[in-house]
């Protein structure tokens, strides 16, 4: 799966530009906090950084203090996401569309638009996790599938 991610991560680097990459291990995700601690140490959230959803989003959609012309989110293990509404995968999944939409160029607010993507690397069953993602309602690009 390294290989794979680092190709892809690769390739997307390799545009003009300032890029910021997260990378976060879904199977270390396994509560709310340790949700908020992985994104916060990889986006270096502002002191002000609330601890809960809501406030997640609101750092996410903006990332003013970290200046980039796009953002990826990359989650690894994917495959192991619990997609159901309520639970921190769930919670984590509908943050991050939501913050992906804020930055599309009708959402930015007179801001410079910026790219948000989050990547899901799957070493298991990519197809079952596509489902529950698409149930959950998340418009899935299949362009970058290694396969």
């Not at 197809?127 to 998340?138: F, I, M």
Request: charged letters at 25%.
């Amino acid at each position: 799966m390294n290989e794979v991610r680092d190709t892809l991560t690769g390739r997307l680097l390799l545009r003009q530009g300032v890029t910021s990459v997260a990378v976060l291990d879904a199977l270390k995700l396994s509560s709310d906090y340790a949700v908020f601690e992985a994104l916060n140490e990889q986006f270096r959230f502002p002191a002000y950084f609330g601890w809960n959803w809501d406030a997640l989003y609101d750092c996410l959609a903006d990332l003013s203090w970290l200046p980039a012309d796009r953002y990826f989110v990359v989650i690894e293990n994917a495959d192991a996401l619990e997609t159901e509404s309520g639970r921190p995968h769930g919670l984590l999944i509908d943050t991050l569309k939501r913050a992906a939409q804020a930055f599309l160029p009708e959402s930015t607010g007179g801001r410079e638009p910026a790219e948000f993507t989050v990547l899901m690397l799957c070493g298991g069953d990519d197809e079952a996790l596509a489902a529950r993602l698409r149930a959950s309602g998340v418009v899935l690009d299949e362009s970058w599938d290694s396969d």
